[in-house]
């Protein structure tokens, strides 16, 4: 894909990406309990499943009684989870001129079902940015673990958290050329640094994109 992307005139709009168990759902609402005290308007969402539509969407991807789906389907499923996501819960709020803060977005369909699976990587970011109306976070936050690390914090495993150890690293390594290839809009942070420290530095990171959107 070649598109610069689309970045909203209107409040900020903040992801959080990586493995399983960096600790995305912590950084996000520690990140929403600061925004709010600092008086900014803010929604916390995530993906997939954080719409009506998107819960049974979840369901079908993530429980293990789906059994194996085709590649194709699984990464169709996603976007349309994307697709109802955007429309009825990020878009309305940017435009409210909040900051919304998800627990991924865009890039984990490019790294799970792009390169994870054995689907073209740019087949599915067209079909994602579609369904995305091509909108980009303003920041993504990459929290960065080795995959046994974080996969060895979960008793019990769902669909995607059941592959193998070669398929979550190949996750890993598609979030860091992410990462890499756009270092103005990502951060990309050692998952195993302390909780207090991840969050200063979030902190400090989005401290710029909030005066700007206060200036717009």
Not at 87 to 113: F, G, H, K, M, N
Not at 122 to 130: G, L, T
Request: glycine letters at 8%; charged letters at 30%.
């Amino acid at each position: 894909m070649t598109s610069p992307g689309r970045y909203s005139d209107t409040g900020v709009f903040v992801c959080f990406e990586g493995g399983e168990g960096a600790g995305k759902s912590t950084q996000s609402r520690a990140l929403r309990d600061w925004l709010e005290a600092e008086g900014h308007g803010v929604v916390l969402t995530h993906e997939p499943g954080d719409t009506a539509v998107g819960q049974k969407i979840r369901q079908i991807v993530l429980d293990p009684a789906t059994g194996e789906l085709s590649h194709r389907t699984e990464a169709l499923l996603y976007a349309a989870d994307k697709a109802e996501h955007i429309d009825t819960v990020v878009a309305p709020a940017l435009e409210r001129r909040e900051v919304v803060i998800t627990d991924r977005y865009v890039d984990s369909a490019l790294a799970y079902q792009g390169a994870g699976r054995d689907l073209v990587v740019d087949e599915v970011e067209q079909v994602n940015r579609w369904a995305t109306r091509d909108l980009r976070p303003h920041l993504t936050v990459v929290l960065d673990l080795a995959p046994q690390q974080g996969l060895g914090r979960f008793a019990e495993r769902d669909r995607i958290e059941g592959e193998s150890d070669e398929f979550h690293l190949r996750v890993r390594e598609a979030f860091l050329r992410m990462a890499a290839a756009s270092p103005e809009h990502y951060l990309v942070v050692d998952a195993r640094r302390p909780v207090d420290e991840i969050a200063a530095a979030v902190r400090e990171r989005l401290a710029p994109l909030l005066t700007q959107a206060a200036r717009r």
